[in-house]
């Protein structure tokens, strides 16, 4: 794969913040069934702001991420 540039690498570095956020924020529900054990894996999300369409279509062109569809993307499993 390419080498990313700087403005790609701090968009992926926002992204990966995000969706540990999320992550987060999912495990952290209370209405979940403990007993089971069960948790909710956050895959895709909304890209953060601060950067441009651009910048996601170029990593999704690169193959660092994948649109998930409805605005959505995951990253891609290496």
């Known amino acids: ?3 990313l540039n700087e403005e790609q690498k701090k968009a992926m570095k926002a992204f990966r913040k995000r969706l540990n ?3 987060l924020e999912s495990d952290s529900v ?3 069934n403990f ?3 069960q948790r909710e894996k956050v895959t895709a999300i909304q890209p953060p702001p601060g950067f ?3 910048v ?3 990593l999704v062109a690169l193959g660092y991420l994948k649109r998930d569809g ?3 993307f995951e990253i891609v499993k290496r």
Do not use: S, V
């Open 30 to 32: 209370l209405t979940r």
């Open 35 to 37: 007993l089971t054990g």
């Open 70 to 72: 409805g605005g959505f």
């Open 52 to 54: 441009g369409k651009a």
């Open 21 to 23: 956020a999320n992550q």
């Open 1 to 3: 794969m390419q080498e």
């Open 56 to 58: 996601w279509e170029e």
